[in-house]
């Protein structure tokens, strides 16, 4: 083989393996995230339906981007999400308990007691009186006698020290959405009496 085609061989051989490095050195880069595959509204219960995984530049995927589609299925969404953008751990409220779709979210502003002294937990399911709901019309069950009562179960979505002298405290609250809207004004007023932790 003469010396040219040998040289030209090193050449091209030097040329691909250059190309196969920027392109595993790019490879390398990319990172993996989780994205809502539309734009979603907040207060959404996150299903297998609203994401999915994709790959980007590592420079632009935010710190806190989550990775895996299980640290975002069950979820609460706490602001709205854009379709494709990376769904950070800031995004996202507790765990709803299995629930799916919508929910109707409510600030409950609270006493002391109401809020615990402030250890009512993000993720916490409580269930609530009410008050006076019973008198309205309300046809809601309790729990343990079956009376048509105002209780309902809510999911505590935050609890932040922002209230008033007497309602110090205000406990942002999810509840499924066919909750009679006399039930949310109640909540809205902080006209209820806390029961007792519950489940979904």
Not at 78 to 94: D, F, H, Q, S, W
């Amino acid at each position: 083989m003469r010396l040219s085609q040998l040289s030209w061989l090193v050449i091209a051989a030097v040329a691909v393996a250059g190309e196969l490095a920027v392109q595993f050195a790019h490879r390398e880069q990319l990172e993996r995230f989780v994205a809502p595959v539309r734009n979603l509204p907040p207060f959404r219960v996150l299903s297998a339906a609203d994401i999915r995984p994709l790959w980007g530049p590592a420079s632009r995927v935010p710190r806190g981007a989550l990775m895996s589609t299980g640290a975002v299925l069950g979820h609460i969404s706490m602001t709205a999400l854009p379709v494709n953008k990376p769904i950070t751990a800031g995004e996202l409220g507790p765990l709803a308990g299995g629930r799916a779709g919508s929910l109707a979210v409510v600030g409950v502003p609270a006493t002391a007691a109401m809020a615990l002294d402030g250890q009512l937990a993000p993720g916490e399911t409580i269930g609530v009186w009410a008050s006076g709901s019973s008198r309205t019309g309300v046809r809601t069950r309790s729990p343990t006698r079956g009376r048509v009562t105002g209780y309902i179960r809510v999911l505590v979505l935050a609890v932040s020290r922002s209230g008033t002298a007497s309602r110090p405290y205000v406990i942002l609250v999810a509840i499924p959405r066919r909750t009679p809207h006399n039930i949310i004004a109640a909540l809205g007023a902080g006209a209820v009496t806390l029961v007792s932790q519950a489940s979904w």
